[in-house]
């Protein structure tokens, strides 16, 4: 028995008016995890062009919990039935053209898919796992996609081409959200201050505490000597300043650096201090 189907993802627009059609499939399984790589990417409009074998247990064992997207697929006999009511064609394609033709890299067939949708259906086909499409099939598409791909090991397995396709048309769904405003989802999260991090950013007032109490720790223990700096502070505070502190981590390093006085001895007011000051003190030292 197949897995069953994990919550489909809101339904819209743009994502039931692209279809993924596959021509020919030979390999039943390859048509489940086409069905897996479309439903990561929140498309569920899968048709079928004379598979070998569906539907059929493989498929279904290699959806992964995508079956949803297999119970709803499309079986037709020629690749005219696929199209027939579709507005743009395009046709993944990796091999060049006695006569040339319009060839874009998957984002630009993201875009273009984007604004053809608003006007009707938008089929994106994609051939035989070892031949691809043929010439006839591929001069029936508006344009040609092709993948980018290492030219000394340029193919790749049908269910990843789809993923490929399917991940752009993913980025510029979410990028449309919200009219145009930046999608929280495609927004990075590197450091404070960023939308989802979970401590504010350390104001500067804070960052020179800490470098202010670095540098007496390292005077403590010896390391640094303020009549010899030489550029020992500018490069610590290069490395701090780089990795953008928030306060948690300012107060972290500042009670490390706490902890490294304690031990010393050098914190003030600590005994192992007063006792070390009253011996300077006899020898005439402070």
Not at 186 to 192: D, N, S
């Amino acid at each position: 028995m197949h897995k069953p189907a994990l919550p489909q993802e809101g339904s819209d627009t743009f994502n039931d008016q692209v279809r993924i059609v596959l021509v020919e499939t030979s390999h039943s399984g390859n048509i489940g995890a086409v069905a897996r790589a479309m439903k990561n990417m929140g498309l569920g409009n899968l048709w079928l062009v004379n598979p070998a074998s569906f539907p059929d247990e493989a498929s279904y064992a290699r959806s992964a919990g995508a079956s949803d997207v297999l119970d709803r697929a499309q079986v037709v006999a020629t690749l005219d039935d696929a199209l027939a009511d579709c507005v743009l064609v395009m046709g993944t394609s990796a091999r060049g053209r006695k006569v040339p033709w319009p060839v874009i890299a998957p984002p630009q067939a993201a875009a273009t898919a984007g604004e053809y949708s608003r006007q009707g259906r938008v089929a994106l086909v994609f051939g035989r796992e070892n031949h691809g499409l043929s010439n006839d099939e591929l001069q029936r598409c508006h344009y040609h996609i092709h993948i980018p791909s290492n030219p000394d090991y340029s193919s790749l397995n049908l269910a990843m081409a789809v993923q490929v396709v399917c991940y752009e048309l993913r980025m510029h769904y979410l990028r449309s959200l919200e009219e145009g405003e930046a999608s929280p989802n495609l927004e990075a999260m590197v450091g404070p201050g960023d939308r989802g991090w979970d401590v504010p950013p350390a104001e500067v007032q804070e960052v020179e505490g800490f470098f202010g109490h670095l540098e007496q720790v390292l005077v403590d223990v010896d390391f640094h000597r303020r009549n010899n700096p030489r550029q020992l502070m500018t490069r610590l505070r290069r490395l701090f300043q780089r990795a953008r502190l928030d306060q948690m981590e300012i107060n972290i390093l500042r009670g490390i650096l706490t902890s490294v006085q304690k031990a010393a001895g050098t914190l003030p007011g600590s005994d192992k201090q007063k006792n070390t000051a009253d011996e300077g003190q006899e020898k005439g030292h402070v």
